[in-house]
């Protein structure tokens, strides 16, 4: 059984990772912003015609400082959470340019290449792997 591979690096090709993080935090953002107007339109528009009171205003001012609160920290623990993701993207792409780089600094033929529990692009690098038992 092969030994298990802990992460000890989750920042490995930080324009990739973090260009990717950044697009689900745009993406986050969007659905959130649209989610709440929609919850605003649909409920608050009624509610205001509805009722009337100084209470209103202040359970309205609750609610917002509540939804925001708690909207902006689901985007930063979602935010965080795609850097943990994208590492199983760009850490066998560092391996792979890792190993090669390597290999032509030292002029030895490159290593067999292996990949964690998870990883994406296990086809690409099964065939890189059949690929140098056959040319190297």
Not at 62 to 73: D, E, K, N
Not at 81 to 88: D, E, G, Q
Request: positive net charge.
């Amino acid at each position: 059984m092969a030994k298990r591979v802990i992460r000890k690096q989750y920042l490995v090709n930080n324009s990739l990772q973090l260009g990717m993080a950044l697009r689900f935090f745009i993406c986050m953002v969007l659905v959130a912003a649209a989610s709440g107007w929609a919850v605003y339109y649909a409920v608050w528009q009624t509610v205001l015609v509805d009722f009337h009171g100084a209470n209103l205003a202040k359970m309205y001012h609750a609610i917002s400082q509540r939804l925001l609160f708690y909207g902006l920290g689901l985007v930063l623990c979602l935010s965080g959470l795609s850097i943990f993701f994208t590492h199983k993207i760009a850490g066998p792409i560092y391996k792979v340019r890792r190993i090669l780089d390597e290999s032509v600094e030292k002029g030895s033929k490159p290593r067999e290449i292996r990949l964690r529990k998870g990883d994406q692009f296990k086809d690409f690098v099964s065939s890189f792997n059949k690929f140098l038992k056959e040319v190297c």
